[in-house]
């Protein structure tokens, strides 16, 4: 089955530590993105990849760091400089990029981040 | 600048009823693509509908239907005879320099 898996489910992090949530995708697609959810918000940008080994910041990238070494891979890493991490974080694809979110973005699970 | 608004935050209804979620979206852009999508509790999006401006067609997909209207700026789902199933939250977005996202509407379907 093709699609977009997340890891892990849940993560917990405890004050001045760094953790990586796992974004695959088996899809073939170009563009990856990482989203953050609040509750009763709508989704943010946080870092978005249109090729492997390329990607840009979205509009809330201070706290955060990607990598793009592999087209099927885009792990987030959440660093001690983030301090408000709480939250849901959903990685997305689409087929190619197409500036203006045009194309049809799929998303993975999600990761749950709470702090301890 | 691109902009979503889903005013309605929350909506309650019992099963077998029609729901109506509202979404009107502010862009500059002549050309752009509105799209919808569900979250169930399980939190993935999962993705509906992808309409773009130059189709003013409406849409309807088993029970669900989709109406857009340029002149108010609106893209409208309904879900008729709603399920427990249909419990969600629902997203509406708008392409623009990237995809700007409402706030979601939550749609509790009681049985």
């Known amino acids: 089955d093709g699609g977009i898996t997340q890891s892990p489910k849940y993560l917990f992090r405890k004050e001045g530590q760094n953790v990586t949530l796992s974004c695959e995708q088996n899809?073939?697609?170009?563009?990856m993105y990482w989203y953050r959810q609040d509750p009763g918000q709508g989704l943010r940008l946080i870092y978005y990849?249109?090729?492997?080994?390329?990607?840009q910041k979205g509009d809330i990238a201070e706290g955060y760091s990607v990598s793009r070494e592999k087209k099927e891979s885009f792990p987030l890493t959440v660093t001690s400089a983030q301090k408000n991490p709480t939250a849901f974080y959903l990685c997305?694809?689409?087929?190619?990029?197409?500036?203006?979110?045009?194309?049809?973005?799929?998303f993975g699970p999600g990761t749950r981040l709470l702090v301890l | 600048a691109q902009k979503v608004t889903q005013a309605q935050t929350e909506i309650s209804v019992v099963e077998k009823e029609d729901v109506t979620l509202d979404c009107v979206y502010e862009t500059r852009d002549t050309t752009y693509y509105l799209f919808w999508y569900k979250q169930p509790p399980s939190g993935e999006l999962v993705f509906l509908i992808r309409r773009n401006s130059f189709d003013e067609q409406n849409e309807i997909s088993g029970r669900y239907s989709w109406n857009f209207q340029k002149s108010t700026s609106s893209f409208n789902f309904t879900i008729t005879a709603s399920q427990v199933v249909d419990s969600a939250v629902y997203f509406c977005?708008?392409?623009?320099?990237?995809?700007?996202f409402g706030k979601g509407m939550k749609l509790t379907v009681n049985p």
């Open positions: 899809l073939n697609h170009d563009a």
């Open positions: 977005a708008l392409s623009g320099k990237k995809l700007v």
């Open positions: 997305a694809s689409t087929a190619s990029w197409a500036s203006g979110g045009v194309e049809t973005q799929y």
């Open positions: 990849s249109q090729i492997v080994n390329d990607f």
